[in-house]
């Protein structure tokens, strides 16, 4: 199957600084992306849809300026957690959809933010 | 409303026998998908098995079948053969194709322990 990375696995960040997380299809063009959010033995939470070239969409309750999403080239998209607190302490995972019309999501590895 | 449900937060299984993981789903939507993940301790989400609306079979993937009982709106996951390396947080999941936005919503997840 289509494989999707994430970078970084893993990162600790202190209080009120920002992290970027890279989520990258590295072998077919993905029109769409999707971040999600799980904490541990839960679901996972989808928090915006990003399409190449234009604005997230962001589900309700999460908030856009802090979880800022970028999709600018078609196997690309990056989330930034903005002046992070320990509540935002999760696992974050990225899925890409094809352009191919299939029904298929692909899913990144996750990252697992701590901020201290 | 709640679109996936799964009823079972957890289960117990023998080596070598089959385990059943209950799913029902909620949509107007004529026509959709339904999806099995498996997530394992390390974070990835690996896809099973996926499920049309419109396909006649049951569909199957090796040692995963989906019981879809479609009157019920119901898209059990029968894993035959437990293997030590099944234990695992499994999740249903569901896509509406109309909406063309390959938005999935996901079921709550049952635990599996496979014991040997």
């Known amino acids: 199957g289509a494989v999707v990375s994430q970078h970084p696995s893993r990162v600790i960040c202190k209080s009120g600084t920002s992290v970027k997380i890279e989520c990258r299809s590295l072998?077919?063009?993905?029109?769409?992306m999707f971040w999600y959010r799980q904490f541990p033995k839960q679901s996972l939470m989808l928090m915006a849809t990003s399409n190449e070239g234009s604005k997230a969409t962001y589900e309700q309750g999460v908030e856009k300026d802090k979880f800022l999403i970028n999709h600018a080239s078609l196997t690309l998209s990056t989330l930034t957690v903005t002046s992070a607190h320990p509540e935002d302490s999760s696992f974050y995972i990225c899925?890409?959809?094809?352009?191919?019309?299939?029904?298929?999501?692909?899913f990144g590895p996750g990252t697992r933010l701590t901020v201290t | 409303a709640q679109k996936i449900t799964q009823t079972q937060p957890g289960m117990f299984v023998q080596e070598k026998e089959a385990v059943t993981l209950d799913c029902t789903y909620d949509?107007?939507?004529?026509?959709?998908?339904l999806f099995w993940y498996k997530q394992p301790s390390s974070g990835e989400m690996i896809f099973l098995i996926y499920q049309g609306s419109y396909d006649q079979q049951n569909a199957t993937e090796g040692r995963y079948s989906l019981n879809f009982q479609k009157a019920r709106k119901s898209a059990n996951l029968v894993i035959s053969a437990s293997q030590l390396g099944d234990s695992a947080m499994y999740f249903c999941?569901?896509?509406?194709?109309?909406?063309?936005?390959?938005?999935?919503?996901f079921g709550a997840g049952t635990t599996v322990t496979v014991r040997a």
């Open positions: 999941a569901m896509r509406e194709l109309l909406t063309g936005d390959y938005k999935l919503s």
């Open positions: 949509t107007s939507d004529p026509s959709y998908g």
């Open positions: 072998d077919f063009q993905a029109t769409t």
């Open positions: 899925s890409a959809a094809g352009t191919s019309g299939g029904y298929e999501q692909y």
